[in-house]
């Protein structure tokens, strides 16, 4: 099984930044897209930013120009580099990969991180 490792959360103030770190381990053929999610207090879980294997990268609206999205293949780990912070902002980020399990069959499988808390505020 695959696991996912999030790091990099934590207390910030507005107009600051902040870099998770999400590293992959376990047995597997190879990974796929990864990505960020983030859901705030109330609200619903959404899409932060992907990126695929050969980093080409998706981003949602709120966050273009603000945040970046980078992975190094070699070492099965994606980031995110946040910059210019806001309240709004504040939820816990989710890492997530889909993979190919190295069995017979090259099963394609999702795994997700526990999440890491980011608290934008003053």
């Known amino acids: 099984q695959v696991q996912l490792v999030e790091s990099g959360g934590g207390l910030v103030q507005p107009g600051g930044s902040l870099r998770l770190s999400c590293a992959a381990s376990?047995?597997?053929?190879?990974?796929?897209?990864m990505g960020w999610f983030r859901q705030a207090p109330g609200k619903e879980r959404e899409l932060v930013a992907t990126?695929?294997?050969?980093?080409?990268?998706n981003y949602a609206d709120s966050v273009k120009g603000r945040f970046t999205i980078s992975r190094d293949n070699a070492k099965n780990t994606v980031y995110l580099q946040m910059d210019s912070l806001k309240p709004e902002d504040t939820a816990v980020y989710s890492c997530?990969?889909?993979?190919?399990?190295?069995?017979?069959?090259?099963?394609?499988?999702?795994?997700w991180g526990q999440g890491t808390l980011v608290t934008v505020s003053s």
């Open positions: 997530n990969a889909h993979y190919w399990k190295d069995d017979y069959f090259r099963t394609y499988l999702e795994v």
């Open positions: 376990g047995r597997f053929l190879s990974i796929d897209v």
């Open positions: 990126i695929t294997s050969g980093s080409s990268t």
